[in-house]
């Protein structure tokens, strides 16, 4: 059997899980060819991983990109560098007839989204977008329930996800603390949670509006705790000993493996403050959603939460659904598994119409975000992987979808007033998403309200 070959740019912490996929778990199928990153020490980090697993992987700093491609001639690039240089690297290995497989978000605005469609089309070549959260049990089981009609037609979600101050924090420690990086909160991290509803209404959104703030992680919050002679950095800051938001490099190996002693290359800190006056980036967030066909959505994101997870009830013509979902903490790269289901936080509870409530079972698995990082890489990179009726695998048509409920907050919050996707992006294909039941079957309360079942339940 031929190997497919993979080339990667971008070997911050969460590449590793893709370098690690090929190299490692499914080498039989698999073969990296190259590494390309700004940063020279990490890319020796990199390569002399891989030269502990039998490979010897040529790097390439980010200017030789095309030199990469040329000289190790790959079938596929994965792309997980910083979300504001994702359409560069989509867009030119696509142009020099590579497939591509990108990190969530596709990108970080409605020009490069623009720019990455249009590439596409006009090469022909494949792009997939990487949304681990659809291969989580419990989130795929939310999509097995409604796709089997329990609550008829859906016609509203009210979907809530609350970041702790571990985790939360973290985003305003790195780079994804400035928009022009990340496209703020909005985009980075809300690109899950936008692709999920989009996923499981089969459905894609209309409009926009937005409300957003930064509300914890300023500098007024920092004096009054106290915290008046913090640094530009956790490393040695003077306020380090009192400081809950403290984050010592040293103390991760991983961490002091991959930033700390690489700083030299690129200045970049992996550990700024928090509470810094340079974050422009909101850590409260409210959005109404329109979508097409209909429904709506209110949601809201905070980044400074006591816990971590969501809560989302859908709503449809039959009844309602509600999801509660906790999930384990974590700072990016601290060598615990990111985002683990809590199960006794995790629950799915079904409201039909004219009958007493009902839990069902959770779906359970092992594994980062909830047990999809394994059921993902699967997908991915086994070529044995069989159909899949609930549509899991994402293009750039899934992908762009996603980031555009996003963008268009950003948007919304910048212009003060709600926004239209086809004001920001035109020929946008629909996803390929599983059908809906259409239409619901006549329901008759009567017989119902005077069955046995359901005087027991009143």
């Known amino acids: 059997m031929t190997k497919k070959r ?37 890319l020796r980090t990199r390569a002399d991983w891989a030269a502990g697993r039998d490979l010897e992987t040529p790097i390439y700093l980010d200017t030789e990109f095309d030199r990469m491609i040329a000289e190790t001639q790959p079938d596929t690039v994965i792309v997980t560098s910083k979300d504001a240089t994702h359409d560069q690297y989509i867009c030119r290995a696509m142009e020099l007839g590579c497939d591509v497989m990108t990190e969530k978000p596709m990108t970080t605005d409605e020009h490069k989204a623009q720019r990455i469609i249009d590439t596409q089309r006009r090469t022909g070549r494949k792009c997939t977008v990487t949304f681990n959260y659809r291969y989580s049990p419990p989130r795929t089981q939310m999509k097995d329930l409604l796709m089997s009609g329990i609550i008829g037609n859906i016609v509203s979600v009210d979907f809530h996800w609350v970041l702790d101050t571990r985790h939360g924090a973290d985003y305003f420690r790195r780079w994804h603390r400035n928009k022009a ?48 002679q913090r640094g530009e950095r956790c490393l040695d800051c003077a306020e380090a ?17 991959t930033y700390l002693k690489n700083e030299q290359f690129d200045g970049y800190f992996r550990d700024r403050c928090v509470f810094s006056g340079d974050i422009d980036i909101e850590d409260t967030m409210h959005l109404a959603v329109r979508y097409q066909g209909g429904a709506t959505m209110s949601y809201s994101l905070h980044a400074f939460s006591p816990w971590e997870g969501y809560t989302v009830s859908i709503t449809g ?36 119409h004219f009958r007493s409530p009902y839990e069902v079972d959770i779906w359970q698995a092992e594994g980062g975000h909830g047990g999809a990082d394994p059921v993902m890489l699967g997908v991915l990179f086994d070529p044995a992987t069989g159909p899949d009726k609930y549509l899991r695998a994402s293009d750039q048509r899934g ?40 239409g619901d079957e006549p329901i008759d309360p009567l017989p119902l309200k005077h069955s046995k079942a359901a005087r027991r339940s009143e």
């Open 241 to 257: 000993a009192k400081c809950p938001f403290h984050l010592d490099l040293r103390a991760y190996p991983r961490l002091a493996e």
């Open 6 to 42: 993979y080339a990667q740019v971008g070997v911050g912490d969460r590449s590793m899980m893709y370098s690690y996929a090929v190299a490692e778990q499914y080498r039989e199928h698999a073969e990296l060819v190259g590494l390309c990153d700004n940063n020279l020490g990490r």
């Open 317 to 352: 013509t039959k009844g309602r659904i509600e999801h509660v979902a906790q999930e384990t903490v974590y700072i990016s790269g601290d060598g615990t598994v990111p985002g683990e289901l809590k199960p006794e936080g995790t629950r799915i509870r079904i409201f039909p």
């Open 399 to 438: 992908g762009a979808w996603s980031i555009l409920t996003g963008i268009a907050g950003n948007r919304s919050l910048e212009w003060g007033r709600p926004v239209r996707i086809d004001e920001l992006v035109h020929r946008l294909e629909l996803p390929d998403y599983p059908p809906m039941p259409q």
């Open 181 to 228: 990086n990340s496209g703020g909160l909005l985009v980075h991290k809300a690109t899950h949670h936008f692709d999920l509803v989009n996923w499981w209404l089969s459905d894609v959104p209309e409009r926009v509006y937005a409300e957003g703030a930064r509300n914890f992680y300023r500098p007024e919050i920092a004096d009054r705790y106290g915290f008046t």
